[in-house]
């Protein structure tokens, strides 16, 4: 099974990711961001600070394609 784009992540699947993270951010509780309109850019935007590698390692990927269509943010 292939990574998955970061995009494609609904707000519960990012911020269930995000919380189980050791050391990760302080998070708004969910029900406060789940039905807001910019509750799932916030909890994606967070994936910005992750390098592809880490990415990875959550099953992760920033393109959608994956041919690299689409470049991490951090690297242009």
Do not use: C
């Amino acid at each position: 099974m292939g990574l998955k784009p970061v995009v494609e992540l609904g707000v519960a699947e990012a911020y269930a990711i995000l919380a189980a993270l050791p050391g990760g951010a302080v998070l708004p509780p969910l029900e406060a961001i789940e039905n807001e309109d910019w509750g799932r850019d916030f909890l994606l935007g967070r994936f910005e600070d992750f390098s592809a590698e880490q990415l990875a390692g959550m099953g992760l990927r920033w393109d959608e394609t994956g041919d690299g269509a689409t470049p991490h943010p951090q690297s242009g």
